[in-house]
């Protein structure tokens, strides 16, 4: 009898060590899984890096980029000016010319030689030149000022073909490219906040959009379209979507300077709504 309880255990002992070298394993091939999923881990993070630094980088370009629009646009207001003087020539007399004449010459005399000079009642005024500039017929300068852009409408008509075959993504690229903002945000309040469908690059040049002109509250752009300026960025934030560090930095300067600046242009409501994605924001960056 002693002999079959010995051979009992000793068959129990080798089940055990069968069941221990089994375990033993078992957590040998989970210890490479870990390791696997630990280096899997670290070269995304890798990716991840490697992509903040490039969209860094992007960032940087884009605000130089905006820099010259801006740039460009003062000149483009100063040559509108200088062609406004050519076409309204009147419009532009100085009120100072006209006191300082009034205190060197008698207004009846003044009068009078004008009635003299010119019959019509209205001196011919010189138009100030630039170095070297040679001055515009009256009709041509007409046009210059006049004629419209059609590009801005063939943009559009274009993304709404795109969005019509639900090519969402093409569409925001599109826009996104292009330095004027009014066809972006247009296209933002047609479609919605749809930052799911696009990929993670498109999202971060439209967020970096977003934070300039959020960046000029006063112009028209920000005024007139902060309602769905915020539907994104809530989104952005719900969904998830990556900001990069000088993204979070800007976009806290962008919100306080809407919501707090008392030269703000935004309702009382909307200075509200600022605030609460001004507080979803720091958390983000604290995270």
């Not at 051979?7 to 078992?26: D, G, I, K, P, V």
């Not at 010459?105 to 030689?113: F, G, I, T, Y």
């Not at 930095?249 to 600022?274: I, N, R």
């Amino acid at each position: 009898g002693q002999g079959e309880l010995i051979a009992a255990q000793q068959r129990r002992l080798e089940t055990q060590e069968q069941q221990m070298q089994l375990l033993e394993e078992r957590i040998a091939q989970q210890d490479d899984e870990l390791a696997q999923m630990d280096q899997q881990l670290q070269e995304q993070q890798l990716q991840l890096q490697q992509q903040d630094q490039r969209l860094e980088q992007e960032d940087q370009q884009l605000n130089e980029h905006q820099q010259q629009l801006e740039q460009q646009e003062q000149e483009l207001e100063k040559h509108m000016n200088f062609l406004s003087e050519i076409l309204h020539p009147n419009s532009s007399a100085s009120s100072g010319s006209g006191a300082r004449q009034k205190v060197f010459e008698d207004p009846e005399e003044r009068a009078e030689k004008a009635a003299t000079r010119w019959p019509d009642g209205e001196a011919p005024r010189a138009v100030p030149m630039a170095d070297g500039a040679q001055a515009l017929p009256r009709a041509k300068a007409e046009a210059v000022v006049a004629k419209p852009s059609s590009k801005g409408n063939h943009l559009w008509d274009s993304v709404l073909e795109l969005c019509a075959e639900r090519r969402f993504l093409e569409a925001y690229k599109q826009v996104i490219a292009e330095p004027e903002e009014t066809c972006l945000l247009r296209l933002m309040k047609h479609t919605g906040p749809i930052v799911e469908r696009l990929d993670a690059e498109s999202n971060s040049r439209l967020i970096r959009r977003l934070i300039h002109i959020l960046s000029s509250p006063s112009k028209e752009p920000a005024a007139a379209s902060i309602e769905q300026i915020f539907s994104w960025l809530w989104q952005a934030l719900n969904q998830g979507i990556h900001f990069t560090a000088s993204q979070v930095e800007d976009l806290v300067a962008a919100l306080q300077k809407v919501s707090e600046s008392p030269q703000s242009p935004l309702t009382a409501a909307e200075k509200a709504e600022a605030s609460q994605l001004l507080q979803q924001v720091s958390t983000h960056r604290r995270a």
